[in-house]
């Protein structure tokens, strides 16, 4: 379901790997909304949470507009890696009904038959790579084949899936684990020929890739396993040779040596890798499995008493083993289990990617934690069901992290409203004494009055009317010299005087005429600018009235928001403490069916080693009893044949 | 041992187990067979986690607008992007961001994030507010240039704040002609 696992683990990892950032621009491609460069700086990290509510929130508010196809191709693309099918398709139907262009509808297609894949839906896998063209781009071709062959595969259309990959035009590693998967299913389909073929050709692969090695590794053991089970122990040994004898299949690799030389009634030859095993940690089934497999060779070999001793060994081992099962379980219990392997992964993730945890990454798990039941549970480890169990309950985790931060935050949010509401209430009736203060309107008022005095002025072309103040001063004080000459009567000085004042009055209205329309313009000048003043003044109290009365509604509307959170948060996180408890459950359920599974099965050990043992007590019991059949002397110790282990 | 690659053995031990089956000591080997109710549970158990994701993704998509409306409403907001086209000629370790004279932000790249930045990613590395009116933002790039020698470039921008969300963005471009890095800088509308 996400993006660790499928069926077909290795080629899928390939692919899921590759998915989402496939869906994303190419490097160095303009964005045309820098809110949708954010969202990628996010995606390219592969911080999928962080890049998905950067898009989803710059959509909510009306950006990236200029990105849609493109940003639905890539929420698509990360919502599918991220496990969210069901909306991943959806935005994949979305776009082909809406978008024309062949590049977008094939990207479209083709996660739409990756939904239905993963979805087993085969049939709707099929239709929808039908659908595509020829505009995917050359990464995206090269998975489409391999998901094609995936599809016939998982259609028992073996052949077509071999022709698709024979022309495979890939990485070549993918090609390699297509071989390899392709080869076990035409084995389990009964097509053992074709299938073998294929693992040996991928198990005599040349490389040096230490991915590749493995791979070969594991063709090798599917090889020599799959050749026993067809009686051919021959080509078994050819084959178990060729694992290296330190890998993760050597010992498995061993055991099955030692089976087919078994077969080829080569018992001493089969000693040389049971021994070898023993030598190896016991946790290791295979390990087990060989304290079985060399009494049964020396059985064979006729030496029973060596034999017996090491059946006698085999029980007392198995019993301790089944001791040590009882404790890891005790251990998985108790949670410790899981806490190693998360432990592990964010270290690993770490060292690998320098980034914290974050959802819908895939899991880094690349070595075992040191734990004993860890160990007993690799193969479960590696299961589907186990690694997207752990990947959920990962991000289970995260989102409980998640949401305890948030629950912060809005606190400090509502704090913060709490805050400014308080600021407002003190400063308001400071700021509202002080716009008191200021009478607006008598402003306005004188500004009106002025403007309709220069108009009369205008009209009338009053050039005193434009006078400065010393010009009034000088006016006033004419007139006044005029009355005190006026009071003079007809005193012979009163008439030069009076001349006298007549010029300089004269004199000063000549000059306000001539500078008449030099002094319209400039008082023109401030009644422009004044009026810009008075009407900037009135916009700036509007606004500071709107203001007054929008602040209590913004924090309010503010606060609504927020107090809306608190219980939502409230509400996600019991869920999230909930399905991690459920979560939890079914990972320790799977672990502890798996180990009781393991000590049945070394319960069923014991069983066949007292049984064994029993045999040759019996036999030995025969052979003391008089007339009892002749048997060959039993051989104190006995030595391997010198035969050629896997690797070597 | 590498756990991922064992992952197909899974299928590698369906043989294996068939195999060695047939032989007297040796029961099926350690193929992981789960519960049957196992399936069941997982699927119920991934439906419920998927659709908790799902919730708690339009959570923060609803908390990240909240905390932008909240502490950089429109009329204030500023921010400012950092990108990086083909970066030949400069490849960048911090950027150091004054407005009007006060240093508001300063990034150090770790070389995941720069990677990011030369994939086509765009970092919103600041987000502020600021009055209505001219502001000056100058911005520092220092990194490795050509030759890895140390390098060091400021490059500013008047910026007239009117009412509405300002985005600036800077961008470390490669001059071909002169074969250094130049440093642009575009205001978004």
């Given at each position: 379901m996400q993006k660790t696992l499928t069926r077909c683990a290795a080629i899928c990892l390939g692919l899921f790997l590759s998915g989402a950032v496939a869906a994303a621009s190419k490097p160095g491609r303009q964005v045309q909304d820098p809110h949708y460069g954010d969202v990628?700086?996010?995606?390219?990290?592969?911080?999928?949470?962080?890049?998905?509510?950067?898009?989803?929130?710059?959509?909510?508010?009306?950006?990236?507009?200029?990105?849609?196809?493109?940003?639905?191709?890539?929420?698509?693309?990360?919502?599918?890696?991220?496990?969210?099918?069901?909306?991943?398709?959806?935005?994949?139907?979305?776009?082909?009904?809406?978008?024309?262009?062949?590049?977008?509808?094939?990207?479209?297609?083709?996660?739409?038959?990756?939904?239905?894949?993963?979805?087993?839906?085969?049939?709707?896998?099929?239709?929808?790579?039908?659908?595509?063209?020829?505009?995917?781009?050359?990464?995206?071709?090269?998975?489409?084949?391999?998901?094609?062959?995936?599809?016939?595969?998982?259609?028992s259309r073996y052949d077509e899936a071999a022709a698709i990959l024979k022309d495979w035009k890939g990485p070549p590693d993918w090609a390699g684990y297509?071989?390899?998967?392709?080869g076990i299913a035409l084995i389990r389909a009964e097509r053992g020929d074709e299938g073998l073929k294929l693992l040996d050709e991928v198990g005599n692969a040349v490389t040096n890739d230490p991915e590749q090695l493995a791979l070969r590794d594991r063709a090798n053991l599917a090889l020599g396993f799959a050749a026993i089970q067809a009686e051919q122990p021959?080509?078994?040994?050819?084959?178990?040779?060729?694992?290296?004898?330190?890998?993760?299949?050597?010992?498995?690799?061993?055991?099955?040596?030692?089976?087919?030389?078994?077969?080829?009634?080569?018992?001493?030859?089969?000693?040389?890798?049971?021994?070898?095993?023993?030598?190896?940690?016991?946790?290791?089934?295979?390990?087990?499995?060989?304290?079985?497999?060399?009494?049964?060779?020396?059985?064979?070999?006729?030496?029973?008493?060596?034999?017996?001793?090491?059946?006698?060994?085999?029980?007392?081992?198995?019993?301790?083993?089944?001791?040590?099962?009882?404790?890891?379980?005790?251990?998985?219990?108790?949670?410790?289990?899981?806490?190693?392997?998360?432990?592990?992964?964010?270290?690993?993730?770490?060292?690998?990617?320098?980034?914290?945890?974050?959802?819908?990454?895939?899991?880094?798990?690349?070595?075992?934690?040191?734990?004993?039941?860890?160990?007993?549970?690799?193969?479960?480890?590696?299961?589907?069901?186990?690694?997207?169990?752990?990947?959920?309950?990962?991000?289970?985790?995260?989102?409980?992290?998640?949401?305890?931060?948030?629950?912060?935050?809005?606190?400090?949010?509502?704090?913060?409203?709490?805050?400014?509401?308080?600021?407002?209430?003190?400063?308001?009736?400071?700021?509202?004494?002080?716009?008191?203060?200021?009478?607006?309107?008598?402003?306005?008022?004188?500004?009106?009055?002025?403007?309709?005095?220069?108009?009369?002025?205008?009209?009338?072309?009053?050039?005193?009317?434009?006078?400065?103040?010393?010009?009034?001063?000088?006016?006033?004080?004419?007139?006044?010299?005029?009355?005190?000459?006026?009071?003079?009567?007809?005193?012979?000085?009163?008439?030069?005087?009076?001349?006298?004042?007549?010029?300089?009055?004269?004199?000063?209205?000549?000059?306000?005429?001539?500078?008449?329309?030099?002094?319209?313009?400039?008082?023109?000048?401030?009644?422009?600018?004044?009026?810009?003043?008075?009407?900037?003044?009135q916009a700036q109290r509007r606004a500071v009235d709107d203001a007054q009365q929008g602040i209590p509604a913004r924090l309010a509307g503010f606060a609504q928001r927020v107090d809306k959170q608190t219980p939502r948060i409230a509400e996600l996180k019991q869920k999230t403490d909930t399905l991690l408890s459920r979560q939890q459950a079914f990972l320790q359920d799977l672990a502890v069916h798996e180990l009781e599974q393991y000590k049945a099965r070394l319960h069923q050990y014991t069983v066949e080693a007292r049984f064994a043992l029993a045999q040759i007590y019996d036999r030995a019991a025969e052979q003391e009893t008089p007339g009892g059949a002749a048997t060959a002397p039993v051989p104190a110790a006995v030595e391997p044949a010198p035969t050629q282990v896997p690797g070597q | 041992m590498r756990l991922s690659a064992i992952l197909p053995i899974v299928i590698c031990c369906l043989l294996s187990g068939t195999a060695a089956a047939q032989s007297p000591a040796a029961p099926a080997t350690a193929a992981a067979a789960t519960a049957p109710a196992a399936a069941d549970d997982f699927h119920s158990l991934d439906q419920d986690v998927q659709a908790l994701k799902q919730q708690v993704l339009e959570l923060n998509r609803d908390l990240f607008v909240l905390q932008e409306d909240l502490l950089f409403p429109a009329n204030t907001q500023v921010a400012v992007f950092l990108s990086v086209d083909v970066g030949t000629f400069f490849s960048l370790d911090t950027v150091k961001l004054t407005i009007d004279g006060s240093q508001v932000a300063s990034y150090l790249y770790t070389p995941r994030e720069a990677e990011a930045l030369l994939k086509g990613g765009v970092q919103r590395f600041y987000i502020g507010n600021l009055k209505t009116g001219e502001h000056e933002v100058v911005a520092v790039f220092t990194g490795k240039g050509t030759h890895n020698r140390d390098y060091r470039q400021g490059t500013s921008l008047k910026l007239d704040k009117g009412i509405g969300a300002k985005f600036v963005e800077l961008k470390i471009s490669d001059l071909q002609r002169k074969q250094q890095p130049e440093f642009l800088v575009r205001v978004w509308e």
């Open positions: 990628l700086f996010y995606f390219y990290q592969d911080n999928f949470f962080e890049a998905i509510t950067r898009l989803m929130a710059a959509r909510e508010v009306g950006r990236a507009k200029a990105h849609t196809e493109d940003g639905d191709l890539l929420m698509g693309g990360m919502l599918l890696s991220y496990g969210q099918h069901e909306q991943a398709a959806a935005i994949f139907r979305h776009l082909l009904d809406t978008s024309t262009k062949p590049a977008v509808r094939d990207r479209a297609w083709f996660y739409l038959a990756r939904v239905s894949y993963e979805r087993a839906a085969l049939n709707q896998a099929e239709e929808a790579l039908g659908h595509i063209g020829t505009s995917l781009p050359e990464r995206l071709e090269a998975e489409r084949q391999i998901l094609r062959a995936q599809v016939l595969m998982a259609q297509a071989r390899f998967n392709l021959a080509t078994a040994v050819t084959a178990l040779q060729r694992v290296r004898l330190e890998g993760p299949y050597s010992n498995k690799a061993l055991l099955g040596l030692g089976w087919a030389e078994s077969a080829l009634d080569h018992d001493r030859g089969a000693l040389v890798p049971w021994q070898e095993l023993q030598k190896r940690e016991l946790i290791d089934p295979a390990v087990q499995e060989s304290f079985l497999a060399v009494p049964y060779a020396l059985a064979r070999l006729h030496a029973n008493n060596l034999a017996a001793a090491r059946y006698q060994d085999a029980i007392k081992t198995f019993e301790t083993e089944t001791g040590r099962l009882d404790a890891s379980i005790a251990n998985i219990r108790g949670g410790k289990l899981l806490s190693a392997l998360l432990a592990e992964d964010s270290d690993q993730n770490k060292d690998k990617k320098g980034a914290p945890d974050q959802l819908g990454a895939g899991l880094h798990l690349e070595k075992l934690p040191n734990t004993t039941e860890s160990h007993y549970l690799v193969y479960l480890l590696a299961s589907r069901p186990f690694q997207e169990g752990l990947k959920n309950y990962r991000d289970l985790r995260f989102l409980h992290d998640n949401l305890t931060q948030w629950t912060t935050d809005v606190a400090v949010f509502s704090d913060m409203l709490s805050t400014q509401k308080l600021a407002y209430q003190q400063r308001q009736p400071k700021v509202t004494q002080a716009l008191q203060q200021i009478d607006l309107d008598a402003i306005d008022h004188q500004r009106g009055a002025y403007s309709e005095r220069l108009r009369t002025i205008e009209d009338k072309q009053d050039g005193a009317g434009l006078a400065n103040a010393t010009e009034l001063r000088q006016l006033a004080s004419l007139e006044n010299i005029n009355a005190r000459i006026a009071a003079l009567g007809n005193a012979p000085e009163a008439e030069g005087l009076r001349e006298q004042v007549r010029l300089l009055k004269g004199v000063l209205l000549w000059n306000l005429d001539h500078d008449y329309k030099l002094r319209l313009w400039q008082q023109k000048r401030v009644q422009t600018a004044l009026d810009d003043a008075v009407a900037q003044a | -």
